[in-house]
């Protein structure tokens, strides 16, 4: 299902929403629909903090002038902080096809779920929805009761959490109290209660910045801001790890270190040449 996930966790700006919001990253629901990562195409999977709303509209040559001020910031600010997404990074969030799953059972033809549910999961990752506000609109928009909808959600969020990746969550624990830490996160609501739960990252990192809670969505560059303002340092001061290609090139825009994540020990590797970088 790419929806919740999708538009929570990762689809980029323009991209369908799902739990996540950004396309890469972790699915949801939104799988379901047209996303931590976070324009607006299909909602992806749930894997993955997708980019979502918000993407920037400046014209090349702007982006091009702040892609030129961020690389000499770089080179002069010291790094003080890393900021990590979640879906597909911190969590292994691999589709489950809990999209296909459900159009076979509601007896919908392929891309309905998602055509159906897709502004639920876009509204759930930026707060415009509360959680009962998705159980009902998703009740309405598919014609079912909220024992259907309950059992379709709990498929959503089994795909949504996925696994956690002990190796980089030991690894980001061990940069504290060096380094401050981040989470910065296309998300769906409901998932900061559910990820505390099951992964504990309120301890694992000194300050979280989901989408849902925020109002906005990577790749927007308000709430990258709003993330080292947070976390008190700069962009130019922070590594930014994100799995999703949107969210890291609109990161590397405002100034920040990119890690694109492709596999653990790699990301684990471009860190650390980071820090020892500056």
Known sequence: VTGPGAAAHGAAAGEPAGPRGVTGGRRTAGDIAPAGGRPAPPAPPFGGHRAAPGT??????????????ARRARRTAPVRAVVFDIGGVLEFTPALGVTD?????????SGELNRLAGDVWRGGSVGTFTEDGVHRALGERLGID???????MNDVWTEYLGTLNTELCSYARALRPRYRTGILSNSLVGCREREQSRYGFEQLVDDLVYSHEVGIAKP????????????????????????????????????FHTVHFRDTAQTIAAIDGRLAAG
Request: aromatic share 6%; proline share 9%; hydrophobic share 35%.
């Open 56 to 69: 920037t509209t400046d014209p090349p040559d702007v982006l091009g002038g702040m892609r030129r001020y």
């Open 220 to 255: 927007d560059p308000r709430i990258y801001r709003l993330s080292c303002e947070r976390l008190g340092v700069s962009p130019e001061e922070t590594v930014f790890v994100d799995d999703n290609p949107a969210c890291v090139e609109a990161a590397g825009a405002l100034g």
């Open 146 to 152: 909220q024992v259907i909808v309950a059992s379709l």
């Open 101 to 109: 799953k459900w159009e076979r059972r509601l007896g919908l033809p």
